[in-house]
């Protein structure tokens, strides 16, 4: 067990790599992972339960101690993201079944990976994790809501079968996980141990099944979807940290909004995607996943090395 443990904490360590390498590979042999389109949805449900499994009621402690900071990251979260995807769909001109999908992963709730990056970044931890766990479970209402108001310009948008397909695909493993914790205790930290590890590998098979699938579009569009992703990303990165210093938050705090608004939950917008409109509709999530895992560790080594300056340390408060 503790040889697993170890190779879990080194899968997750390096997870972007790992994401990297198999898009590749599923873009250069498309055919050895098309059959894991059918996977998706149920690969997403056992990364949901594994959050679950390590959500505690002292993670929401920390929305009581500082509820206006959370509600801050989850407002601006909600707003940024959306908001930024929606003006590149405009300034690109991008084709509709595209167009949606950048929208539906700008309208997903915090990545599942965000609170690793506000740790290795050394920001505030409890607010990351507030801010993640409250995005993602106000997603079965926002994110519906969210795409259908953006998104439906392009193609046609049922909010009410978006909205049980999270409650299916986010709040049910949720709830499952952390009954499961709830019931079995301390034996539950021996799943936990290998989570990452069940992590990784659920989220590359995603990837691996949505460029596998969408193989020929994204040699042709590739590129472009490509720059969007990396615009949407880095926007979200920078006007949420800029909304941090604007509300004159310590440092620590303004990296981990930083994190949680331009990190999403790319794993739901490619499993929302492929069951609701097509498969092109859900690579710029796969692309999503792939680049803001790669761009988040970079961030985080950068703003590891950012130290609050002494005259803040003096007139600013740090919880």
């Known amino acids: 067990m503790r040889t697993l443990a170890a190779l879990s904490r080194f899968v997750g360590n390096t997870f972007a790599w790992w994401v990297l390498l198999f898009a590749i590979l599923a873009f250069l042999q498309p055919q050895w992972f098309i059959g894991l389109k059918s996977a998706i949805v149920p690969l997403l449900g056992l990364v949901m339960f594994g959050m679950g499994l390590t959500l505690k009621l002292d993670d929401f402690a920390a929305v009581a101690r500082q509820p206006w900071r959370v509600a801050l990251g989850v407002v601006a979260h909600f707003m940024i993201m959306p908001g930024v995807a929606w ?3 405009q ?74 397909s999270i409650l299916q695909l986010v709040m049910l493993p949720i709830v499952l996980g952390v009954l499961a914790q709830r019931l079995l205790g301390a034996r539950v930290q021996l799943a936990v141990q290998v989570l990452p590890l069940v992590s990784v590998v659920s989220i590359v098979m995603i990837v691996c099944a949505v460029v596998a699938a969408s193989q020929a579009k994204i040699a042709e569009s590739g590129v472009l979807i490509m720059v969007v992703v990396m615009l949407h990303n880095g926007f979200g990165f920078m006007l949420g940290y800029i909304t941090g210093k604007l509300f004159k938050l310590p440092l620590a705090q303004r990296k981990s909004l930083a994190l949680e608004v331009g990190m999403q939950n790319s794993g739901l917008g490619a499993a929302l995607a492929s069951a609701h409109f097509s498969p092109l509709a859900a690579v710029p999530s796969a692309l999503f996943s792939v680049w803001h895992n790669i761009s988040g560790a970079l961030l985080s080594t950068w703003f590891r090395r950012m130290q609050e300056p002494e005259v803040e340390l003096k007139t600013q408060p740090l919880g």
């Open 91 to 164: 300034l690109f001109q991008l084709p509709a079944e595209i167009a949606v999908g950048v929208i539906l992963v700008g309208c997903c709730p915090s990545g599942t990976s965000s609170n690793v990056m506000a740790w290795l970044a050394k920001g505030d931890l409890a607010l990351a994790v507030a801010i993640a766990a409250v995005t993602t479970l106000l997603a079965p209402l926002l994110t519906p809501a969210l795409i259908w108001l953006l998104a439906s310009a392009w193609l046609p948008v049922s909010f009410l079968d978006m909205f049980w």
């Open 87 to 89: 003006l590149l769909c």
